[in-house]
């Protein structure tokens, strides 16, 4: 059952800030630190930091030689089943990241040739570069690295919603970056069914198919290659005569993948080393065309049908302070929808605005005029 319908929020997921999960099973959503690092927001800059933080000095002890504290740093790191995201099949049990898996995952870092040679410098390279590293462990790893902002988050949403949160309840490892240590202390905490649960913001999660190891080789090494054979005009340039006489050149990937480029994560790590440039511009790119999820994603509620609802409930809002918590809690939803990143204004009265870019750029910067006023008259 969604967090919603559990405790009767008579709201959609356009209302909502958090992805409204459902606590019997894991939605397939992850998340990104690559694209956390992006976003701007006070909220997601102090969460990044956190992840970079702990990750720079886990770098800094195992380059110094100092597996033991670095094993030791990383052994909290275990998957968490608070957010009901991820790979999970059923009920919530995660693949458990454990104390044996723990220990895999540690040493495919630390012998990794992505290590060994530098080029391994934020925890999401560790998906391109490490074996046995996909978007599940490196989400499963942020969450956790995250989980002071995350507690914090879920109260602020529990006590916007009015939804009841239990106190006292223990927090789990939670990573300190002003003093680069783990804690943990007793704090109040959504609990379902004795599971403290975490609220995951919607603009924060992905599908994680951007910052991949595939996309790197395919689409930039590759591509790398073949300009290389074609200016060196090695024994991979394939040549065909036009009728005009001229000559066609090409190089096919296939034969370069057969040839010296697997594209494995090894290859990709030693690939890099020789050409740091290639892997900035991945970087860039992937930076340049993650945005965050529209709500469709999250729900089969048509948004057409948010705004007709939400205009009828805000006509209907009886006048004086008896209906004050009414008139508020529909004035959240609207500002939600009206200003979250995926809000498609086009669908809400603003046909002017027909591209998606541009759909959200207005929306950001002014939200729907025709529900915000109606907000207003209703004030």
């Known amino acids: ?209 951007q910052y991949t190891a595939q996309k790197f080789h395919q689409q930039f090494v590759l591509t790398y290659l073949k300009h290389e054979h074609l200016r060196l005009d090695t024994v991979l340039v394939q040549r065909r005569k036009r009728r005009d006489g001229s000559i066609r050149k090409w190089v096919t990937k296939k034969s370069i993948v057969e040839r010296e480029s697997p594209g494995d994560k090894d290859y990709l790590a030693g690939f890099t080393e020789r050409h740091v440039e290639v892997f900035a511009d991945f970087k860039a790119r992937a930076a340049q065309e993650e945005d965050s999820l529209p709500d469709e994603v999250f729900t089969r509620t048509k948004l057409e049908d948010v705004v007709a609802h939400l205009e009828r409930a805000l006509a209907n809002v009886p006048a004086g302070n008896d209906s004050a918590a009414t008139y508020h809690r529909l004035v959240t939803g609207i500002l939600e929808l009206c200003f979250s990143p995926g809000a498609d204004c086009a669908a809400l009265g603003n046909a002017d605005s027909r591209r998606p870019e541009t759909r959200r750029y207005y929306f950001r910067q002014c939200g729907s005029p025709r529900l915000l006023s109606s907000a207003t008259r209703c004030a």
């Open 1 to 209: 059952m969604r967090i919603s319908k559990r405790y009767k929020l008579g709201v959609s997921q356009f209302e909502l800030d958090f992805v409204d999960i459902d606590t019997s099973k894991d939605l397939p959503l992850f998340v990104d630190p690559h694209f956390l690092g992006q976003r701007t927001d006070r909220w997601s800059v102090d969460a990044s930091a956190s992840v970079q933080s702990f990750f720079q000095r886990f770098l800094t002890l195992l380059r110094a030689g100092n597996k033991a504290e670095a094993r030791r740093l990383f052994s909290p790191l275990g998957e968490p089943n608070e957010t009901c995201l991820g790979l999970s099949r059923g009920a919530p049990r995660g693949s458990g990241i454990g104390e044996e898996l723990a220990d895999d995952m540690f040493d495919g870092l630390a012998q990794s040739k992505a290590m060994k040679t530098g080029v391994l410098t934020d925890l999401e390279d560790a998906r391109v570069f490490v074996r046995g590293i996909d978007k599940d462990r490196v989400s499963d790893m942020t969450t956790v690295l995250i989980r002071g902002q995350l507690l914090q988050y879920t109260i602020e949403q529990c006590q916007l919603w009015s939804v009841p949160v239990t106190a006292d309840v223990p927090s789990g490892d939670v990573w300190d970056s002003a003093t680069g240590t783990w804690t943990s202390y007793l704090i109040p905490r959504l609990v379902i069914g004795k599971r403290p649960i975490l609220l995951v913001p919607k603009g924060i999660v992905s599908f994680s198919k």
